[in-house]
Nanobody
Framework: QVQLVESGGGLVQPGGSLRLSCVAS????????MGWYRQAPRAQRELVAQ???????NYADSVKGRFTISRDNAKNTVYLQMSSLKPEDTAVYYC???????????????WGQGTQVTVSS
């Protein structure tokens, strides 16, 4: 069984910063791409940023230059550093990982439970 657990969300003023973390645990054989998605009220879940096992990154246009995704493979952890936050960044942020296990050697997608980020004055 694989679990992804996010942390670091909260309330921040516009222009502020937050750092999200997501730790993968369980019977992990390897982790391929990891990413952060978000879902605002009454909106669809959207990709925010993604990082491959080779550390190639991809960002939504709306966060380019403000957010940075990184990973620590030794800790099975992916981070999202968010700066210059705007009210429209308010959403539940979800971690996603393409993870292979001994039971499932081809990577499957796993999701965390989500962490709330609220940007408001």
């Amino acid at each position: 069984q694989v679990q992804l657990v996010e942390s670091g969300g909260g309330l921040v003023q516009p222009g502020g910063s937050l750092r999200l973390s997501c730790v993968a645990s369980g019977s992990i054989r390897s982790i391929n791409a990891m990413g952060w998605y978000r879902q605002a009220p009454r909106a669809q879940r959207e990709l925010v940023a993604q990082i491959t096992s080779g550390e190639t990154t991809n960002y939504a246009d709306s966060v380019k230059g403000r957010f940075t995704i990184s990973r620590d493979n030794a800790k099975n952890t992916v981070y999202l550093q968010m700066s210059s936050l705007k009210p429209e960044d308010t959403a539940v942020y979800y971690c996603n990982g393409a993870i292979a296990t001994p039971q499932r050697p081809f990577p499957q997608h796993y999701w965390g439970q989500g962490t709330q980020v609220t940007v408001s004055s």
